[in-house]
């Protein structure tokens, strides 16, 4: 099946942890996006990436860092020094502002 | 920067009623995108309905359809015939238009409206 896979869909880790989400996708798609969700909240973005080897913070990137080595992988690394990591988080990929969305991570620091 | 508002947090409608969801932006620029998404329990979003700024014929997609008003930057969404698997939280959003430019594609959203279809 074409689209956005993103692991794991449940994710928990300690204070003080680093973990990273996977977002891998067979669309082909230059640019590829991460996207956080908290309750009662729209998407809010963290990083976005147009070509390889290439990529931009957000409006939210403090405590997140992101890699794009390959054209269908852009994984997203959450940091010790992102103070408040639990949320719900989306990968897209698309052109134009028309989005294919990965089934999101959720991530819940214990 | 730019920025959307949805102000309706809920809505509701009854089955095969129709229901009008409200979002307003805030640009200062003349060609960007809007469009509606949608996101179910399963919590993965799906695109509804795309707007070009520059069309002034405004956008269909089966029972999906926007009242684009680029004066008063307002983009509604209409669900004809509603139904129940049409429950879900939507979302307006907008981009720049334009390739190439370092914000092409980023899309900024309103917070959601959550809508409820009854039987």
């Known amino acids: 099946d074409g689209g956005i896979t993103q692991s794991p869909k449940y994710l928990f880790r300690k204070e ?15 640019a590829m996006y ?20 290439d990529f931009q913070k957000g409006d939210i990137a403090e405590g997140y860092s992101v890699s794009r080595e390959k054209k269908e992988s852009f994984p997203l690394t ?12 989306l990968c ?19 | 920067a730019q920025t959307v508002t949805q102000s309706q947090p ?18 200062s620029e003349s060609d960007y995108y ?32 926007v009242n684009f008003q680029k004066a008063a930057k307002s983009f509604s969404l209409k669900i004809s015939d509603s139904q129940l698997g049409d429950a879900a ?17 980023k899309l900024t959203f309103g917070q959601g409206t959550i809508l409820t279809v009854h039987p």
Not at chain 1, 34 to 53: C, E, F, K, T
Not at chain 2, 89 to 105: D, I, K, N, Q, W
Request: with cysteine; glycine share 10%; net charge negative.
């Open chain 1, 16 to 30: 003080g942890q680093n973990v990273t989400l996977s977002c891998e996708q067979n669309l082909n798609h230059d």
């Open chain 1, 34 to 53: 991460w996207y956080r969700q908290d309750p009662g909240q729209g998407l809010r973005l963290i990083y976005y990436s147009q070509i390889v080897n």
């Open chain 1, 78 to 89: 959450v940091t010790s020094a992102q103070k408040n990591p639990t949320a719900f988080y």
């Open chain 1, 92 to 110: 897209a990929a698309g052109v134009s502002g028309e989005l294919f969305f990965g089934e999101g991570s959720r991530l819940t620091v214990l």
């Open chain 2, 10 to 27: 809920e809505m509701s409608v009854q089955e095969a009623e129709t229901v009008t969801l409200s979002c307003t932006y805030d640009t």
């Open chain 2, 34 to 65: 809007l469009f509606w998404y949608k996101q179910p329990p399963s919590r993965q979003m799906i695109l509804v309905i795309r707007q070009e700024a520059y069309k002034q014929q405004n956008a269909t997609e089966n029972r999906f359809s």
């Open chain 2, 89 to 105: 939280m939507y979302f307006c959003a907008y981009t720049e238009y334009g390739g190439g430019g370092t914000s092409y594609g």
